[in-house]
């Protein structure tokens, strides 16, 4: 029986997982915030990821990782650095340690954010971040490459589309990038079982209008049944959908803010 440990056990995606899994794998739970309380085959650790005593204290006995800890959208360098460079580390360290043999990190389409969304996308091609928090993306996807190769730690980088609670698209830019509760669980599944050594993946429902026509995700085995499709007709225009930045780049309002090349605002 797999042991999975979940980072990031308290937020948003981490919970729809643990829920999933309950009756499914052993976990071991890992978030600085608070968790609803251990149930049977549940281990709940809270501390910093930064921790490298407790982080690995909580590895021993792990199979695979899903490393989805760490901050979640753009912020200030000190956080950035802290939870998703140093965090980050620490995670693959603890993990190495312990011969975990599959980390599934959490990277994001904001590490490629500056590609046009007439761009059509594999993971094969250079990367274009859009913030600070895309930076940090592409870090995690160099370390996680760097453990599979000289260390033996198979990986797969998913760079999630758009998750959300409630569980529908926002925004118009989300029926390119939504990605469902249902498919995501699918798609993580897979990341921890398909047989292979290194993968960048996109992770996207099979919707229409999306930039990432995915060789890899059909090499794990990702079938998305969920279309952002079905909610064109309900997604009211959003404020980030008339942006001028935004609404040209596949980052969207990420690419905008802060940027003075584009608005021609001072530096
Ligand atoms: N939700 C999405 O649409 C989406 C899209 C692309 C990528 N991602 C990535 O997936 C992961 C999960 O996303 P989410 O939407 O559930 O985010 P979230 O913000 O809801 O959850 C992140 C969790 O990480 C924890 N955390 C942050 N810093 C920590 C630290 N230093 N030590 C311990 N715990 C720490 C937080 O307490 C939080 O519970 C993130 O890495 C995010 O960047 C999410």
């Known amino acids: 029986m797999r042991r ?5 056990a308290a937020g948003l995606i981490g919970r729809m997982l643990r829920a999933r899994w309950q009756a499914r794998w052993p976990m071991v739970l890992v978030d600085r915030a608070e968790m609803d309380p251990p149930g049977p085959d549940e281990t709940v650790v809270r501390c910093e990821l930064t921790d490298a005593d407790a982080m ?8 695979a990782v899903v490393h989805l800890g760490g901050v979640s959208t753009e912020a200030p360098w000190e956080s950035i650095r802290d939870a998703n460079i140093e965090g980050c ?4 360290e603890a993990a190495r340690m312990a011969g975990v043999r599959r980390m599934v990190f959490a990277s994001s389409n904001h590490a490629i954010g500056f ?4 761009a059509r996308l594999d993971g094969s091609e250079a990367v274009r971040p859009d913030t600070r928090y895309g930076v940090s993306k592409v870090f995690g996807e160099a370390l996680a490459s760097l453990y599979a190769d000289k260390f033996g730690l198979s990986a797969v980088c998913l760079r999630l589309g758009t998750a959300r609670q409630p569980d529908e698209p926002g925004e118009r830019r989300h029926l390119a990038t939504w990605i469902s509760h249902r498919d ?9 079982e398909a047989d292979i050594h290194f993968e960048i993946v996109f992770g996207a429902s099979r919707n229409r209008e999306g930039w990432w026509p995915d060789e890899a995700a059909r090499r794990i085995g990702y079938q998305p049944r969920d279309s952002a499709d079905d909610w064109r007709d309900r997604v009211a225009e959003h404020a980030n959908d008339r942006d001028p930045i935004a609404r040209d780049l596949q980052g969207g309002i990420f690419c905008s803010w802060e940027n003075t090349r584009m608005t021609g605002m001072a530096r």
Request: net charge positive; aromatic share 10%.
């Open 4 to 8: 999975i440990m979940i980072t990031g």
């Open 56 to 63: 690995r204290a909580a590895m021993q006995g792990v199979d």
């Open 89 to 92: 580390y620490q995670t693959f």
């Open 115 to 118: 590609y046009p969304r007439t």
């Open 184 to 192: 995501l669980a699918h798609l993580v599944e897979r990341a921890i």
